[in-house]
C-alpha cells in the first residue's frame, strides 16, 4: 500500500533536463546520398555513461547555486517546474542572504539507479532514482533530465522525493532500456496529457480522479477552512502547465499503469475588510513582493507532482500521488 506524503517545502534544485544523447541512422539513397534518420529511430535516450555525468554536473551546479544564493550559477541546468521553483528561492535567498548561505550543506546524491527510456524524436529525457544526504533516510530523490536536441546539456526539470518502498518498478526491454508513455495513451485511467488539467479541475470542483490524501482531499478541505477568516477573504485559482518543458513526462510501470510527472501553477488571492491589515512575515514572500499589499496579496506558486497512473482495466482507476513538491515563485501587493 502507498503512502501520500505532505507537501514539501520549496525545495531548490536546478533546472537539468528530461532528455537523451542523439544518436544518429545513416541510409543510403538511390542516388548515392547519405541521409541522417537519427529523429526517426527509437534510440535509448542517453548511454549510462552520459546520464551519470549529467547528473554530476546538476550536483555541482545545484550546490554551487544554494551556496552562494544565485540562481545564475545553475540556470543552465534546470528548466520547466524545477527551474521555476528554483530560481524563485534562490532569487529570495539572494535578497535575505546576500552574502550567501553559510549553513548550506552540498547536496550529496549516492546509490544512483537510471531509467532510460527508448523513444524515437525529441525531446529525450531520463531519471534518476537517489538516495540523499537531506531529509529522510528512508526516501529517494527522483530527478526527471531532459534536453531538446543533440547540443543542448541536460537540464532538470522534475523533482519528487519519494518514500523508497514507494518507488514502482518500471518496464524494461531485455536490454535495460524503460518504456515511455505518450501523452495521449489511452490505455491508462487518465491519458497523462490530460492529467494538468485535470488536477486544477479536480481543486476547484472535486471528484473521484484522484485517490484520497494529502494533495487531493485534505488540501481542498484545508482551502475550505480557509476561505473566510473575519476580515480576510481567500480566493484559489488552479491552472494547468503541459507545453514545452512542462509538458508531462511518463513511463511504464510493470504493472500496466505509468508513473507521470506533471505541473500546475497555483494562485491564493487574499483581500482585507476596509481597515484590516495584510501583515506579511514571511521573509521570502517579502523578498519575491512587488507591490503594497494595502487591500489584498497574490501569491503565485507552482507545482510539480508525481503520481501513479493505473491501466485501463485495473480494478481501482483512481489516480494515487506519490509526492508533490510547491515553490512560490511570485508575490503582489495591491
Not at 537540464?155 to 524503460?178: C, H, M, N, R
Not at 494533495?215 to 481567500?234: I, M, N, V, Y
Request: glycine letters at 10%; proline letters at 6%; one cysteine or more.
Amino acid at each position: 500500500m502507498r503512502r501520500d506524503h505532505g507537501p514539501h517545502r520549496p525545495r531548490r534544485l536546478g533546472r537539468s533536463a528530461l532528455t537523451a544523447a542523439s544518436v544518429t541512422v545513416l541510409s543510403v539513397t538511390a542516388s548515392g546520398c547519405v541521409v541522417v534518420h537519427g529523429e526517426r529511430e527509437i534510440l535509448p535516450g542517453a548511454t549510462k555513461t552520459e546520464a551519470a555525468r549529467a547528473l554530476k554536473d546538476f550536483t555541482a551546479a545545484y550546490n554551487e547555486a544554494n551556496g552562494a544564493n544565485d540562481p545564475s550559477l545553475d540556470a543552465d541546468r534546470v528548466t520547466g517546474a524545477l527551474g521555476d521553483i528554483d530560481g524563485a528561492k534562490l532569487k529570495a535567498g539572494g535578497k535575505n542572504q546576500p552574502g550567501g548561505n553559510p549553513d548550506y550543506v552540498p547536496l550529496q546524491l549516492s546509490d544512483t539507479e537510471f531509467t532510460i527510456p527508448k523513444k524515437a524524436g525529441w525531446p529525450r529525457w531520463f531519471v534518476t532514482d537517489s538516495k540523499a544526504n537531506k531529509g529522510r533516510g528512508e526516501d529517494r530523490w527522483l530527478l526527471v533530465f531532459t534536453r531538446g536536441d543533440a547540443d543542448d546539456v541536460w537540464q532538470v526539470s522534475y523533482l519528487t522525493i519519494v518514500a523508497a518502498v514507494e518507488v514502482p518498478d518500471f518496464k524494461k526491454d531485455q536490454d535495460g532500456w524503460a518504456e515511455p508513455v505518450t501523452a495521449t495513451a489511452a490505455d491508462l485511467a487518465v491519458a497523462p496529457g490530460d492529467l494538468p488539467q485535470d488536477y486544477a479541475t479536480y481543486l476547484k470542483d472535486g471528484g473521484d480522479t484522484f485517490a484520497a490524501g494529502t494533495h487531493t482531499t485534505k488540501w481542498r478541505s484545508d482551502r475550505t477552512k480557509s476561505a473566510s477568516r473575519p476580515g480576510l477573504a481567500q480566493q484559489y485559482i488552479d491552472e494547468p502547465l503541459a507545453s514545452g518543458d512542462y509538458a508531462p513526462v511518463a513511463l511504464r510501470t510493470t504493472t500496466g499503469g505509468a508513473l507521470v510527472f506533471f505541473t500546475t501553477r497555483h494562485y491564493q488571492k487574499q483581500t482585507a475588510a476596509q481597515g484590516v491589515p495584510i501583515n506579511v512575515t514571511n521573509a521570502d514572500v517579502k523578498a519575491l513582493m512587488t507591490g503594497e499589499p494595502k487591500q489584498s496579496l497574490t501569491l503565485e506558486s507552482i507545482s510539480n507532482q508525481a503520481v501513479l497512473d493505473p491501466a485501463k482495466d485495473a480494478a481501482n482507476q483512481q489516480v494515487e500521488f506519490l509526492g508533490r513538491i510547491q515553490g512560490l515563485t511570485a508575490a503582489k501587493g495591491e
